[in-house]
């Protein structure tokens, strides 16, 4: 069922919402590694509780975000039927990008920050590892969603 059409004023409301929570979502792929290069000079203490911080944040604002985001890629999808659809190469990649990108930060991010808050400072490498895999998975997205492979 189709709710709105391309550029409809649906379309546009839905369009804000994946942009505005793309932003919330991958904010921390800039911050946190700024953050966590700071504390580390001031001491195990202080990066622990930053860590516990950035955990927490991540449970209750970004992964939500990332979730929201592709969510209103969705919709975007389904209101646009005339124009994009899953058979096309891009939306399909995309999707899957999504799904890659809720992977790592909810199965290797968010856990390794929790460590990481709980005083692991092993898990430091896999907060940056993550970080590194979901800036070439946003990457990767932005490609598809600006060029259209496909289209």
Known sequence: MI?????S???N???????VTLVVAFAPAVIHPIVSNQTQADGEPVASTVAAHLASNTRRVHFPA?????LFG?????????VWDFGQAWVSLALLVWLALCGVVSGLIGPAERRLGAGDASANRQ?????????VLLLVMLYLMIWKPGA
Do not use: C, K, P
């Open 3 to 7: 709710f709105a059409a391309y550029r």
């Open 9 to 11: 004023g649906l379309y």
């Open 13 to 19: 409301v839905l369009l804000l919402g994946h942009i």
């Open 66 to 70: 990332v979730v929201v985001t592709g």
């Open 74 to 82: 969705l919709g975007l999808v389904f209101t646009s039927a005339e």
């Open 127 to 135: 907060v940056q590892m993550g970080g590194q895999i979901a800036t």
